[in-house]
């Protein structure tokens, strides 16, 4: 199982970014899939995760809700991030992740997590 982050970027507060993670390895539309960042000399936060399968559930965490929007596209097998309204508070190392229960994102515990890109909002 591989998780492939794209590539983060600099970005202006108040602009936008859009983060995609592609899966490989196995049956995409089986797992839940999430992002989390985590900033230097802070802990990993869950960001905001998606469901399986036809009737789509997302979660997000309260620092970006209403701000950023999480969708799948099960034909692609990839899971985007629209980073919206962007702060210098997000700034942070994101990271893909998937697991079998969004419960067990929205709490931290992931099968397999892909490597980080890094998402620099200047102020």
């Known amino acids: 199982v591989q998780l492939q982050a794209s590539e983060g970027g600099l970005v202006q507060a108040g602009g936008s970014l859009r983060l995609s993670c592609a899966t490989s390895?196995?049956?995409?539309?089986?797992?839940?899939t999430a992002w989390f960042r985590q900033a230097p000399g802070k802990e990993r936060e869950f960001v905001a995760g998606i469901s399986r399968g036809s009737w789509i559930m997302t979660r997000y965490g309260g620092a970006v809700k209403g701000r950023f929007t999480i969708s799948r596209d099960n034909a692609k097998n990839t899971v985007d991030l629209q980073m919206n309204s962007l702060k210098p508070e997000d700034t942070a190392v994101y990271y893909c992740?998937?697991?079998?229960?969004?419960?067990?994102?929205?709490?931290?515990?992931?099968?397999?997590w892909g490597q980080g890109t890094q998402v620099t909002v200047s102020s």
């Open positions: 992740a998937t697991a079998s229960a969004l419960d067990s994102l929205v709490n931290g515990l992931a099968d397999y």
């Open positions: 390895g196995r049956t995409f539309s089986r797992y839940v």
